[in-house]
């Protein structure tokens, strides 16, 4: 049988077409950056859908022009932009460009890091990462007393907050064998990430077992009220399986008291998980590493580089106080790590079999950057949120809920003239519509892009500012597209004419 044309393969025989490939491609993308004038184009799901439904997959185009020109058709084009001053919606960066450099080498060579035998280097550059950020937490340099000298950090790779609160959880459980799913309780913040809730589930403990803590004023768990839902549910027989401490919530950036709360989970015997996904950034941050103080109490700690470290998704961690922490995940397969194997292998930690080398993207980051740039850029954009409050917090028409703890800013617009107006005077549910018509106006325009949330029932808007390049003024410019959005939509509305 003839071979098929094997041009497609990355080989050495085929590196003319893989370099002309990557350039047509790169130059297809930078011609697009170069044209880009706003966050969005304000595509609607259906325009989308139709254009992504009319392709038939069976009939390939064959020349790269069209193949590119299909894909920006489908996608490029409507693309939202996280490195537009005016994108400040989610949790996502502008991506710095040593991590970019290293996507091209990860993809290309597709080390897979489970195993010694398909990575070598890779399997020891991503344990000096993952020492590093231990180091970085203060773990094996505890001050506690009651932690042992003996304790030797340690972590992996995943894919993202959500695997590793999932996989710190699948932990936690580990250390609770015996005791029936039925009977586990996990305590997190009423803020805490729905990925806790979530990992319950997958691990089988139901929604139930999930206790929400309320918060104080600044959205911190509250430790007294940890302490009462702690006692409260041993005193019904029921098992404190884990607190979830949150650095950095996902609305108000609040980070959660790590000293009190890590002296409940010691007084408890329970295992005490930090979400840093958000706030893991104030590892490297040259002023602001003290707001994470008492993190290296934890037994194990989430961190999103593809936040707060400028990496692009997926890149995370979870790391852990103690190796033999990880011994839930482990399972030896003579096919792949056998239990006399004389290599190191990463998969005995992870809960994923292959895996990409994102690595190494941190690691060119690291290596060209240095850590202190990257926390000097995590600082710009808690002080670029601190400016902006303070520049908008009187402005007529915005009512922000609390002064920025990171780099989001919770806030609605509220018609100026029933600002003060007691609650039910002006419709809740009013003040929802014309919010959420704000945000959607925005998005349609394509010239900003903010995200929604409640507090306690309430329609709010959120700012997230992780772009170390948008100034104070682009972020006023956004809420000004808010308010003069606002008071169009607000004149459109009759009950909040009456509420005037
Ligand atoms: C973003 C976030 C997560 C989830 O992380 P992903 O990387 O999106 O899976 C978990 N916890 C907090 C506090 C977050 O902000």
């Known amino acids: 049988m003839p071979r098929p044309p094997l041009h497609h393969v990355f080989h050495p025989e085929n590196a003319d077409h893989y370099e002309a490939t990557v350039r047509t491609g790169l130059q297809h993308l930078l011609g697009h950056l170069d044209r880009v004038d706003g966050p969005s184009r304000g595509t609607t799901p259906a325009e989308a859908e139709a254009r992504v439904a009319a392709v038939d997959l069976d009939t390939p185009l064959g020349d790269l022009d069209g193949v590119l020109a299909e894909m920006s058709h489908l996608w490029l084009d409507d693309a939202v932009w996280f490195h537009e001053p005016a994108y400040a919606a989610h949790l996502n960066c502008p991506v710095v460009v040593p991590a970019l450099l290293a996507e091209l080498f990860v993809a290309s060579v597709n080390s897979s890091l489970d195993t010694f035998d398909q990575s070598v280097g890779g399997t020891y550059m991503e344990r000096r990462l993952i020492e590093w950020t231990a180091e970085r937490i203060g773990f094996g340099a505890s001050a506690d007393v009651l932690a042992s000298a003996e304790e030797r950090p340690d972590g992996i790779f995943t894919s993202g907050g959500t695997q590793s609160n999932l996989q710190a959880l699948l932990l936690a459980r580990g250390r609770m064998q015996r005791v029936p799913a039925e009977r586990l309780r996990i305590f997190a913040s009423a803020d805490g990430h729905f990925s806790v809730q979530k990992a319950a589930r997958m691990l089988g403990l139901g929604d139930i077992a999930v206790v929400s803590v309320p918060v104080d004023a600044d959205h911190r768990m509250d430790p007294a009220a940890l302490e009462r839902s702690l006692a409260a549910s041993t005193s019904l027989g029921l098992a404190p399986m884990a607190i979830v401490a949150t650095a950095g919530t996902t609305d108000f950036g609040a980070i959660d008291p790590l000293p009190a709360i890590a002296d409940l989970a010691r007084a408890y015997d329970t295992w005490l998980h930090v979400d840093a996904a958000y706030g893991g950034g104030l590892l490297v941050s040259p002023t602001r590493r003290g707001l994470l103080d008492g993190i290296d109490r934890a037994d194990s700690v989430t961190v999103d580089y593809h936040k707060t470290f400028f990496q692009p998704v997926s890149s995370s961690a979870l790391i852990v106080r103690d190796v033999s922490l990880l011994a839930p995940v482990t399972w030896h397969a003579d096919y792949l790590n056998?239990?006399?194997?004389?290599?190191?292998?990463?998969?005995?930690?992870?809960?994923?079999?292959?895996?990409?080398?994102d690595a190494l993207k941190l690691w060119l980051t690291l290596r060209t950057m240095g850590p202190d740039l990257i926390g000097e850029y995590v600082d710009t954009v808690i002080e670029l949120a601190a400016e902006v409050y303070a520049r908008a917090v009187e402005l007529p028409g915005l009512e922000f809920v609390a002064a920025p703890s990171l780099s989001t800013l919770v806030f609605r617009y509220v018609p100026p003239g029933a600002q003060g107006v007691a609650a039910p005077v002006l419709d809740e549910q009013v003040l929802a519509q014309l919010n959420n018509g704000v945000r959607g106006a925005l998005y349609a325009s394509g010239a900003a892009m903010v995200a929604a949330t409640k507090v306690e029932g309430r329609q709010y808007l959120k700012l997230t500012?992780?772009?170390?390049m948008a100034t104070a003024e682009d972020i006023l410019g956004v809420l000004d597209l808010v308010r003069d959005h606002g008071a169009r939509i607000a004149a459109e509305l009759p009950r909040v004419e009456v509420a005037r």
């Open 338 to 357: 056998p239990r006399d194997a004389q290599t190191p292998n990463q998969v005995d930690k992870s809960i994923q079999t292959t895996r990409r080398f």
């Open 465 to 468: 500012l992780l772009n170390p």
